[in-house]
């Protein structure tokens, strides 16, 4: 016989009270429902979020990125993150709507120039996100124009298995982040190739709707 759970009145096999628990955090403590509801991500107390998988944007979200520089091939709601983030930021866009945004956000509609707009700021970058057109042919010019201690973010990884393969025979370390996003019901994965030099570390690990609990007798010395 299986176990049943009251709540509130209602006895719920313990399987569906556990399911219900786990919907409840996404809707709230993640912010899901109201990312639907507006069609625009954002978290539980309405701030706009990049639409990365919920995995990396925790990663990505823990570390004091103020003082980065950061490009973006391809805007979006991520523009507004990572300008938030008090960073130095740059990106390219294909789509007029996003220039008024912010007014580092260049417009190429050519190949070409899309890929190599990078390179049109003679410096090196802490952030480089891939996710927009021609991904595969903006690997080179991100990989030319990262700091040696930089990132690169792929999204959509799992979608594009060419531009991951490239990447991953770079010198950069790749760590996928598979997960579910904010306004997408199927599991996906945004990746990060990391330099091998890279130094900044996450001001906290403790995950969207975790618990801080108190220290365990196993994390100090016992013998």
Same mark, same amino acid.
């Not at 260049?106 to 996710?131: A, C, M, Q, R, T």
């Not at 130094?199 to 403790?206: G, H, L």
């Given at each position: 016989m299986n176990d049943y759970i009251d709540a509130n009145g209602?006895?719920?096999?313990?399987?569906? +009270?556990?399911l219900n628990f786990l919907v409840h955090k996404l809707r709230t403590e993640y912010g899901f429902i109201e990312s639907s509801r507006k069609n625009i991500p954002v978290d539980?107390?309405?701030n706009i979020v990049p639409m990365y998988t919920y995995p990396c944007y925790e990663y990505i979200n823990s570390i004091d990125w103020k003082g980065a520089s950061v490009f973006e091939y391809g805007t979006g709601y991520s523009s507004v993150f990572w300008s938030n983030k008090k960073v130095n930021y740059y990106g390219v866009e294909?789509?007029?709507?996003?220039?008024?945004k912010n007014k580092n956000i260049?417009?190429?509609?050519?190949?070409?120039?899309?890929?190599?707009? %990078?390179?049109?700021?003679?410096?090196? +970058?802490?952030?480089?996100? %891939?996710?927009?057109?021609? $991904?595969?042919d903006c690997v080179k010019p991100a990989l030319n124009n990262l700091k040696n201690d930089g990132i690169i973010i792929l999204d959509n990884s799992d979608w594009h298995k060419n531009t991951k393969e490239l990447l991953d025979k770079s010198n950069l370390i790749p760590v996928h982040f598979?997960? +579910?996003?904010?306004?997408?019901?199927?599991?996906?994965?945004?990746?990060c190739?990391?330099? $091998? $030099? +890279?130094?900044?570390?996450?001001?906290?690990?403790?995950p969207i709707a975790g618990t801080v609990r108190k220290q365990d007798r196993t994390d100090t010395k016992q013998i």
């Open positions: 209602v006895y719920l096999p313990i399987e569906e +009270f556990h539980k107390n309405n294909d789509k007029v709507e996003w220039l008024q260049s417009l190429e509609k050519e190949p070409l120039g899309y890929v190599n707009s %990078i390179s049109k700021h003679n410096k090196k +970058f802490d952030v480089i996100v %891939i996710d927009g057109l021609y $991904r595969y598979h997960g +579910f996003k904010p306004l997408h019901v199927d599991s996906e994965t945004t990746s190739y990391i330099s $091998r $030099r +890279f130094k900044k570390k996450p001001i906290s690990i403790v």
